[in-house]
């Protein structure tokens, strides 16, 4: 039986579009091949870009991109 702690909604963080997704944890996360991961972390940075080598979890692999500057928009 679910206790309360359970039934209350997961908090999500999406602040940068082209960072990862933050969520309050303890997370399970349903991989796309199917199997389950299961985190117990008191926050959880999923990739969204899947640059990730750790993927589900973010490893920051979307900083080494290059992001457009002010030089660019000739």
Same mark, same amino acid.
């Given at each position: 039986?679910?206790?309360?702690?359970?039934?209350?909604?997961?908090?999500?963080?999406?602040?940068? %579009?082209? $960072?990862?997704?933050? @969520?309050?944890?303890?997370?399970? =996360?349903? *991989? %796309?091949? $199917?199997?389950?991961? @299961?985190?117990?972390?008191?926050? =959880?940075? *999923?990739?969204?870009?899947?640059?990730?080598?750790?993927?589900?979890?973010?490893?920051?692999?979307?900083?080494?991109?290059?992001?457009?500057?002010?030089?660019?928009?000739r």
């Amino acid at each position: 039986m679910p206790n309360a702690r359970d039934r209350r909604p997961r908090r999500v963080s999406c602040d940068d %579009p082209r $960072g990862p997704m933050l @969520v309050e944890g303890p997370v399970e =996360v349903v *991989l %796309p091949d $199917g199997t389950t991961a @299961v985190y117990d972390r008191f926050m =959880v940075a *999923l990739c969204l870009c899947r640059r990730s080598r750790t993927y589900p979890l973010c490893d920051t692999s979307h900083r080494r991109t290059r992001r457009p500057g002010p030089s660019d928009e000739r």
